[in-house]
């Protein structure tokens, strides 16, 4: 075993070797403590701190107080009373101050807690700062600007070269890969991980020196005097993706809507002729072949429509629409029995080679037992039944679903599932047949904040004016701004409505990864169907 360290304990190693080589610095505060305690007879101090204290007075078992002190009259903090080296470096025998607990002794040192306390109190004592954001909204979109102002609490003069703030954003994704195997006799349970890490958002602001205060002579920093210092700053959003303006959306050319996209399903039903009845030595008896079905059987199609392009609205209703039309005759009424409308998340996530899809749901309404009978069965062949809205037109899709969006390595995409349940005959009946349709449909989730008009107003223009042709600007192959590109022009900040948003709880109320469902409200008004 090597044995070189033990010179550099030595007093005459120290003092000529390691104090000289390393000198205080000129801008370090130093501070210490010290440390004393009379070992017990057992104590594996007893003999160390004899020695010690024979050369340099008081100590606790391995290093004086005198040699302890550093940092002058100022630094020195104190000498600890009954604390001995290993109590200092928290290896306190915990049985013997079980036993002298018992016989009524108190324990009077606690490493960790005294360390904790000398780090606030240095903390307090030293240059501070901290962020302040100015908060005109819950949360930021494009064309916002993030504005705050920068505090530096100083306890004593100090040099500053400068105050930097920088706005980042990244997209970072983290994921584990199947084990890998070589072989049937060999498996490497080591499993690989790879992380994915993107920059969104980047942004450096100096807000000290001012440019006022730039201009002055080359100066390699700036002197402050004590006290509280405040610097404001101001940021743009100019590209925004998880809570953005919406893009423009189509002009519809009529009330009436000029396309609708839907989900649907078409169905048939059986209708069953009674057997006839034959007499017998006990009166009336059925035939013991089987019913036989109807000429033409019962067929519906059920469609769940919303405007074209799908778009749905954070905290709006669904702008949906329920049908049911029939395409047969038949003798029979039909039922709405139940009905569940369901927000379906997929958040695809990506980190290099490996990537995983999953899913989550809202759950915007659920009822069942609504026995509440579609038209009737004398209604015309192409009769349209409209379910009435007011089951769902209340409910608005929860302040949890956020707008889809697509960015380097995560995206988020939805699709809206309703599910119809209907009865042919009256429920209850031997002879009703209950089925239940899902209709699913991609759609699109907008964030409500609609864009100011005067970034609509460049993008019309910029879709309208004609470019002038030159050949410089042929070869350049200019555009009009792309809706991104026009965001980032000098426009205001957005004044209008904005929807009320909140982040999912990590357990997350949408399920995802376990298919755990939400609900949006529990309170439905069943009083007219259609």
């Known amino acids: 075993m090597e044995t070189g360290a033990f010179t550099q304990l030595t007093r005459r190693y120290m003092r000529e070797e390691f104090n000289p080589k390393t000198p205080d610095l000129s801008d370090v505060r130093y501070f210490s403590y010290g440390a004393t305690v009379e070992p017990k007879l057992w104590s594996v101090f007893r003999q160390s701190h004899r020695i010690v204290e024979e050369h340099e007075g008081p ?120 084990r890998s195997v070589y072989g049937p006799d060999r498996q490497d349970n080591r499993t690989k991980v790879e992380l994915e890490v993107h920059k969104l958002l980047y942004k450096v602001l100096t807000i000290f020196p001012s440019p006022e205060i730039k201009s002055s002579p080359a100066n390699s920093g700036y002197t402050l005097k004590a006290g509280q210092h405040s610097y404001p700053f101001k940021f743009k959003h100019a590209d925004f993706k998880f809570l953005p ?164 390595n995560i995206s988020r995409r939805y699709e809206l599932e309703a599910r119809v349940g209907l009865t042919y005959g009256r429920p209850g009946t031997p002879q009703a047949q209950p089925t239940v349709h899902p209709l699913r449909m991609p759609v699109q989730v907008y964030s409500g904040i609609a864009p100011p008009p005067a970034l609509l107003s460049i993008m019309a223009d910029s879709q309208s004016a004609p470019l002038p042709f030159t050949p410089s600007s042929a070869a350049a192959g200019d555009a009009p701004p792309s809706y991104e590109d026009a965001m980032a022009i000098e426009l205001a900040p957005v004044d209008g409505p904005r929807r009320q948003y909140a982040q999912a709880n990590a357990a997350g109320p949408s399920g995802f990864g376990d298919d755990r469902k939400m609900s949006a409200s529990s309170a439905y008004d069943y009083s007219k169907v259609l």
């Open 59 to 178: 100590n606790d078992g391995l290093v004086s107080v005198a040699s302890s002190k550093w940092g002058g009259e100022q630094g020195y903090k104190g000498t600890l009373v009954d604390v001995s080296h290993l109590d200092l470096i928290n290896w306190t025998n915990k049985l013997r101050w079980m036993v002298w607990q018992l016989v009524g002794n108190k324990r009077n040192f606690n490493a960790i807690a005294f360390y904790l306390d000398i780090a606030d109190k240095s903390a307090k004592a030293a240059m501070s700062a901290r962020v302040q954001l100015d908060r005109p909204h819950d949360h930021f979109t494009n064309l916002d600007f993030v504005t705050g102002r920068v505090i530096l609490q100083l306890p004593r003069d100090e040099t500053i070269a400068s105050v930097v703030v920088k706005l980042e954003g990244e997209s970072k994704t983290k994921l584990e890969g199947p």
């Open 245 to 408: 303006i919406e893009p423009p959306r189509p002009v519809h050319q009529s009330a009436l809507m000029a396309g609708e996209s839907y989900g649907r399903l078409h169905f048939e039903y059986t209708d069953i002729i009674k057997s006839p009845k034959r007499s017998g030595l006990f009166g009336n008896i059925r035939a013991t072949s089987p019913p036989t079905p109807a000429g033409v059987p019962p067929r519906i199609t059920i469609d769940a429509r919303l405007p074209y392009p799908a778009i749905i609205t954070c905290n709006e209703p669904l702008p949906l629409r329920i049908l049911v039309r029939k395409e047969s005759d038949f003798v029979k009424s039909i039922h709405l029995q139940s009905l569940q409308i369901e927000l379906i998340a997929y958040t695809k996530i990506r980190a290099h080679e490996f990537d995983r899809t999953e899913s989550g749901s809202w759950v915007i309404l659920s009822s069942s037992n609504i026995n509440a009978p579609i038209g009737t069965d004398t209604d015309a062949v192409g009769t349209e039944w409209i379910l009435n809205r007011s089951l769902w037109e209340r409910i608005a899709l929860p302040n949890t679903v956020a707008p889809g969006f697509e960015t380097c």
